[in-house]
């Protein structure tokens, strides 16, 4: 691979963390990615192929061996002064604890902004509390990038997509994402997502 070109606007198929060493040192505008969560997650919608799949590498002894993983080579394609927002889970397990204790540790380089809130505008499956947001932190480096918009909320309000069969389980609402990108991203910024999932909308394609 060659860089801009095989990476530039392009959806790259294959590991992250190997391709992620190929991109060169502070380069990247923005980050928005969507890793696991660390809840063993299961689909709840299974297909002739594939019988209810766990997500990989979704385990919660795997969440922070993935956080240690990958912020050194994002710090290092990171410029200066620029953002990771990172999807994490809206509550029930203590990955949240151990994402924000762990993100901790990167400080001054980097430092826990902010923690976002996806109200989904739906009220999920079971019972007592049931689930209707999700977590994104925001994580700066230097000074961050400038919002003077003081407009901007941290509850992002965006229905929940709901996948068919033979998508994606946990696909993000491309509101969520958009949302992002307008307040914190301009025209020739690098975007990036090195966890993009199916990379796949079926309504933005």
């Known amino acids: 691979m ?9 959806i790259v198929c294959g590991d992250s963390f190997e391709t992620l060493k190929q991109i060169p040192d502070g380069v990247v505008d923005l980050c928005i990615t969507d890793p696991p ?23 919660a002894e795997e969440l922070v061996p993935l956080i240690q993983k990958t912020i050194p080579e994002l710090l290092r394609v990171m410029k200066e002064n620029s953002e990771i927002y990172w999807f994490c889970g809206g509550g029930g ?8 204790l762990e993100f901790k540790k990167y400080e001054p380089e980097m430092r826990v902004k902010n923690l976002l809130v996806w109200d989904k505008e739906f009220v999920g499956l079971g019972w007592d509390w049931r689930f209707q947001y999700e977590t994104i932190f925001q994580l700066v480096r230097g000074r961050g990038i400038d919002n003077s918009d003081s407009s901007a ?3 992002i309000r965006a229905k929940k997509v709901i996948p068919q069969e033979n998508e994606h389980p ?14 914190k991203s301009k ?3 690098l975007i990036l997502d090195p966890f993009l999932g199916g990379g796949y909308n079926r309504n933005h394609r």
């Open 153 to 155: 909320s941290n509850v």
């Open 37 to 59: 969560y660390g809840l063993n997650f299961r689909s709840a919608r299974p297909s002739e192929e594939r019988k209810k799949d766990f997500i990989e590498n979704d385990k």
């Open 187 to 189: 025209e020739g910024d």
């Open 93 to 100: 397990s203590p990955i949240l604890a151990w994402a924000w």
């Open 2 to 10: 060659t860089y801009p070109d095989d990476f530039v606007n392009q």
């Open 170 to 183: 946990t696909p993000k609402s491309i509101e969520v994402i958009w949302e992002i990108m307008r307040r």
